[in-house]
């Protein structure tokens, strides 16, 4: 296990279609993060998990995203009815503790045509 | 809230100068970490160097160091004897007491030949 794995790394879709992305952490580390990062800004906070549990969600999150983390392994983040605002990457991160930053996966770049 | 500030949406500099990457930051907790996190063109972010608050040694990596001002909230990265491998961009970052990171907008460094 050599770092965060994220599925797929490109993603084009129509707009009004579903999408479902999957990141598979680090398997020690129990908090795993989602953000999103559009083209020449930051990382923006999505949610975050701890384990199973999502601790916390972004106003960023509208009632169209979900992420789930069954079992406290590898998490999902499906968007529904995508618009064409969603195009941006999506990055997962874990972390084992707070002192050593995020281990971050090489992202989904979605674009919504 | 906590906000992060980057000053310098974009720099260029030979290669084999020292360059100095201009952070700060808001909070009002007084223990906390904060990075310097590297993102290539289209490549993974990758953890350049991190620095604790509670800490007054500034922290280094190699050729990467801090210039860490706990009073005045300020953040910076110095780079020596930059190389054409450092080109990227550069997102400050701070972690709250629950381990989530806020990044700054990021400064896009050209390492010129």
């Not at chain 1, 064409?84 to 996966?105: E, H, N, R, W």
């Given at each position: 296990d050599t770092g965060v794995s994220q599925d797929p790394r490109h993603k084009i879709t129509k707009r009004g279609q579903n999408v479902t992305f999957r990141c598979d952490p680090i398997s020690e580390h129990n908090r795993l993060y989602w953000y999103r990062q559009t083209l020449g800004q930051g990382p923006e906070f999505l949610t975050y998990f701890q384990n199973e549990a999502q601790l916390e969600k972004s106003r960023l999150l509208s009632d169209r995203f979900s992420a789930e983390r069954p079992k406290g392994s590898f998490s999902t983040l499906e968007i529904q009815r995508t618009e064409?605002?969603?195009?941006?990457?999506?990055?997962?991160?874990?972390?084992?503790?707070?002192?050593?930053?995020?281990?971050?996966?090489s992202g989904t770049r979605l674009t919504v045509v | 809230a906590q906000t992060v500030t980057q000053s310098q949406p974009e720099m260029s500099v030979q290669e084999a100068e020292t360059v100095t990457l201009s952070c700060t930051y808001d909070t009002s907790e007084n223990n906390y970490y904060l990075f310097w996190y590297k993102q290539p063109p289209s490549r993974q972010m990758i953890l350049v160097i991190r620095q604790e608050a509670y800490k007054q040694q500034n922290a280094t990596e190699n050729r990467f160091s801090v210039n860490f001002q706990k009073a005045a909230k300020s953040f910076s990265l110095k780079i020596s004897d930059s190389q054409l491998g450092d080109t990227a961009m550069y997102f400050c970052a701070f972690m709250t007491r629950d381990d989530k990171i806020i990044f700054g907008k990021g400064t896009r460094l050209h390492i010129l030949p």
């Open positions: 064409q605002g969603d195009s941006a990457m999506y990055l997962c991160a874990s972390i084992a503790g707070g002192a050593y930053g995020y281990t971050f996966g | -």
